[in-house]
C-alpha cells in the first residue's frame, strides 16, 4: 500500500510539473504583426492645407529636421528657411522648393516632406444629403465609395442613391460624376466603386415621392 501511494504522489509531481512547463511555453495568443497604431498615410499626390503637420526631413543634417504645422496663412518655417507657402503644393513640391532655399546655406541638401497629421479639409472627403450620418470621414489613400458609405452608417430610407454624385474640383474647376449607389449596394455593380480623391463630396438627395 506504502509503495503504491508513493507511485500515486511521483506521478500526480510529473503531471504538474508538465502542465507547468505547458503554461509557460505558451503564452497566449501573439499580437498581430502591425496590431500598433501605424503613422497616417496620405495619397501620393495629396495638396497640403491649413492645419496639416509636416515632418521636414533633411539627409545628413539632422539639426535641419523639424516637424511644424501648416499656418493659418498657409506657410511654414524651418530651421534656415522662414516662411515658405506651403498650401496648395504636393509634399514633393514642397521638398523640392525648400530643397533648393536650402542650397543657399547646405552643400546638396536632399529634402524630404511627410505629412505627419493631414487636418486640413483636403485631407477629407465628405458625404451630404440622405446617408445615416452624413459628415466629414479622413481621407485614406484607395477609398473608394463604398468604403465612404460604409463609414456613414449607409443610406437612409429616403435616399435616392442611383442619382447620387461626386463633386470634385481641382482648385480652378469643378465637376461632377454620377454614381448609381443602389445598383452598388444592392446589385454588386463594381464599376459604379468609384476611387475617391481628398476633398470629394458625395450628395445623395432625396426620393422623390
Given at each position: 500500500m506504502a509503495h503504491s501511494g508513493k507511485l500515486r504522489t511521483w506521478m500526480l509531481s510529473v503531471l504538474l510539473g508538465a502542465c507547468a512547463f505547458g503554461c509557460a511555453s505558451n503564452p497566449g495568443p501573439v499580437p498581430a504583426k502591425g496590431?500598433?497604431?501605424?503613422?497616417?498615410?496620405?495619397?501620393?499626390q495629396?495638396?497640403?492645407?491649413?492645419?496639416d503637420v509636416l515632418k521636414i526631413v533633411v539627409l545628413r543634417n539632422?539639426?535641419?529636421?523639424?516637424?511644424?504645422?501648416?499656418?493659418?496663412?498657409?506657410?511654414i518655417s524651418t530651421p534656415l528657411v522662414n516662411d515658405v507657402v506651403a498650401v496648395g503644393k504636393t509634399p514633393t513640391q514642397l521638398a523640392s522648393e525648400i530643397d533648393k532655399m536650402l542650397s543657399e546655406f547646405v552643400r546638396q541638401p536632399n529634402v524630404?516632406?511627410?505629412?505627419?497629421?493631414a487636418t486640413s479639409a483636403s485631407s477629407q472627403v465628405k458625404v451630404v444629403g440622405q446617408a445615416v450620418t452624413p459628415r466629414?470621414?479622413?481621407?485614406?489613400?484607395?477609398m473608394t465609395?463604398?468604403?465612404l458609405v460604409i463609414e456613414v452608417g449607409g443610406l437612409s430610407q429616403f435616399a435616392a442613391g442611383n442619382r447620387a454624385k461626386i463633386i470634385r474640383s481641382d482648385g480652378t474647376t469643378t465637376r461632377e460624376i454620377r454614381v448609381r449607389l443602389n445598383d452598388l449596394l444592392n446589385k454588386g455593380a463594381i464599376s459604379e466603386n468609384i476611387n475617391l480623391q481628398p476633398g470629394?463630396?458625395?450628395f445623395i438627395?432625396?426620393?422623390l415621392f
Amino acid at each position: 500500500m506504502a509503495h503504491s501511494g508513493k507511485l500515486r504522489t511521483w506521478m500526480l509531481s510529473v503531471l504538474l510539473g508538465a502542465c507547468a512547463f505547458g503554461c509557460a511555453s505558451n503564452p497566449g495568443p501573439v499580437p498581430a504583426k502591425g496590431a500598433a497604431a501605424q503613422p497616417q498615410q496620405v495619397a501620393a499626390q495629396y495638396i497640403i492645407g491649413p492645419g496639416d503637420v509636416l515632418k521636414i526631413v533633411v539627409l545628413r543634417n539632422p539639426e535641419l529636421n523639424a516637424e511644424v504645422p501648416v499656418r493659418p496663412d498657409g506657410k511654414i518655417s524651418t530651421p534656415l528657411v522662414n516662411d515658405v507657402v506651403a498650401v496648395g503644393k504636393t509634399p514633393t513640391q514642397l521638398a523640392s522648393e525648400i530643397d533648393k532655399m536650402l542650397s543657399e546655406f547646405v552643400r546638396q541638401p536632399n529634402v524630404s516632406v511627410i505629412v505627419t497629421h493631414a487636418t486640413s479639409a483636403s485631407s477629407q472627403v465628405k458625404v451630404v444629403g440622405q446617408a445615416v450620418t452624413p459628415r466629414a470621414v479622413p481621407y485614406r489613400a484607395g477609398m473608394t465609395v463604398l468604403d465612404l458609405v460604409i463609414e456613414v452608417g449607409g443610406l437612409s430610407q429616403f435616399a435616392a442613391g442611383n442619382r447620387a454624385k461626386i463633386i470634385r474640383s481641382d482648385g480652378t474647376t469643378t465637376r461632377e460624376i454620377r454614381v448609381r449607389l443602389n445598383d452598388l449596394l444592392n446589385k454588386g455593380a463594381i464599376s459604379e466603386n468609384i476611387n475617391l480623391q481628398p476633398g470629394d463630396i458625395l450628395f445623395i438627395p432625396e426620393t422623390l415621392f
